[in-house]
């Protein structure tokens, strides 16, 4: 593997693998392609591809946050959007503040190290969540709140980032308001770059019948969008899910036929599947480089800070909407709070610190193992979870595994009939005598 192509078609292969796998013993896939980048870093392979903030931000996630954001529904979203807004921003922070506070009291972290590792690891990441939501099959509100909750945060989550190193570098005086400005500067910035984007897009698109230059269009869109907002200093993210929602809303209007909308969905169902492959395999080829027991006090105790501080963010900000319409179900509290997945934004976040950040290593390290334990226990109890409320059937994978037994066997019996057929065909001379008078009879009686 002379080449980044070469490993990364390799890589693709042992994903394709590791999904067939995968659906055969009930595993969740981006735990099973974590496991297998586990096992590639133990055997000797020239794969050499680091999983950093620049690959994740300008590579991989764009195309995950627009795929996400295309089948998203503007008319649902705009229901629940105060609820979004609110656990996106003001539930991050209180997220933020109580994993600080606990490594920096419990673990002895300083306060600089401390906030900035509150900080990254307290936003969702879109692309562990997104993959666990499709496994199971979660449709409606639910899936509407953790999936729209878990891409908001993360624009919430880039501002926080860089004031928190803005403190870091010395800037502790910075005031609220200019915090304020920043955080405004930031979202307004990054929704304003995503519109102008999709509105181009969808003028382009709609001059044009020929699907494959639709998915070209939108291609463009999902990486320009983001781009653009980087280039302003601004949210990618949002600029992102901002192209998506509206051309995955308003691009019906004109632009995109019946026979475009299919094209372009599969074709980001796709992209989405790959991209996938490549950041759970990375994760789990560089997890296995860290080195987990130097850390294992702070590690434990930014594990259950980390969850504490979720449970601080979706539970006191749920109570605050039980009187009004958008009031979260009981359940529904529980597998937001638990399906709060850490995985390559947090990663990216960490590697991209600067050398002379207080506790560096043993934040990459730690970040490193709380989203292996997010991968491994949360990801994999997310289903029975789901199960458990009702959320899914039960015999949801067994029906999908039954509906393909059964196709095979339907298709074994038309064969059979085929044959039957031309058996009954045959001429005569290939029989006995006996053999034509029972054929005779067996006519006869029918």
Request: glycine share 10%; aromatic share 8%; charged share 15%.
């Amino acid at each position: 593997m002379e080449t980044t192509i070469q490993q990364i078609q390799f890589l693709l292969l042992i994903s394709a693998l590791v999904a067939m796998l995968a659906r055969r013993f009930d595993m969740p896939y981006s735990a099973g392609l974590v496991f297998a980048g586990i096992g590639l870093s133990a055997l000797p392979l020239p794969i050499d591809i680091p999983l950093t903030k620049d690959l994740v931000f300008s590579l991989l996630l764009p195309p995950l946050i627009f795929e996400a954001a295309f089948h998203i529904s503007w008319k649902a979203l705009r229901k629940d959007l105060l609820l979004i807004l609110f656990l996106a921003t003001v539930g991050l922070l209180m997220a933020a503040g109580v994993t600080a506070a606990g490594m920096h009291y419990v673990a002895g972290w300083q306060w600089v190290g401390a906030l900035v590792f509150g900080v990254l690891i307290s936003a969702t990441d879109p692309v562990s969540v997104i993959a666990t939501l499709k496994e199971a099959g979660v449709q409606g509100r639910l899936r509407l709140l953790i999936e729209t909750e878990s891409l908001l945060n993360d624009g919430t989550a880039a501002v926080a980032f860089n004031l928190s190193l803005a403190i870091a570098a010395g800037g502790a005086a910075m005031t609220m308001t200019h915090a304020g400005i920043m955080l405004g500067t930031s979202i307004t910035g990054g929704v304003l770059s995503g519109a102008l984007v999709a509105g181009a897009a969808i003028l382009f698109t709609g001059k044009t019948e020929d699907h494959l230059v639709q998915i070209a269009f939108t291609t463009i869109a999902a990486y320009a969008s983001f781009l653009l907002a980087d280039h302003f200093h601004v949210s990618g993210v949002l600029a992102t899910l901002t192209a998506g929602i509206l051309l995955g809303n308003f691009g019906s209007l004109g632009a995109f036929g019946d026979k475009g909308r299919e094209s372009v969905a599969a074709f980001w169902e796709y992209a989405a599947f790959v991209v996938n492959s490549l950041i759970f395999i990375l994760i789990g080829m560089h997890e296995a480089k860290q080195d987990v027991l130097a850390v294992l006090y702070p590690a434990l105790t930014a594990i259950g800070f980390v969850i504490l501080g979720r449970a601080t963010a979706i539970y006191p900000s749920c109570l605050l909407f039980r009187g009004s319409k958008l009031k979260v179900k009981s359940r529904h509290q529980h597998i937001l709070f638990w399906g709060g997945l850490r995985g390559a934004l947090a990663l990216a976040l960490a590697l991209s610190l600067p050398d002379d950040m207080p506790n560096r290593e043993e934040i990459i390290t730690v970040a490193f193992t709380v989203v292996a334990f997010s991968v491994f226990v949360q990801g994999m109890t997310m289903a029975p979870l789901l199960r458990a409320f009702g959320e899914i059937p039960a015999h949801f994978k067994k029906a999908t595994r039954t509906k393909n037994a059964g196709a095979r066997k339907k298709k074994k019996k038309k064969k059979g009939e085929e044959d039957g057929e031309a058996d009954e065909k045959s001429p005569a001379k290939d029989h006995s005598p006996e053999e034509k008078e029972h054929g005779k009879k067996e006519k006869a009686a029918k």
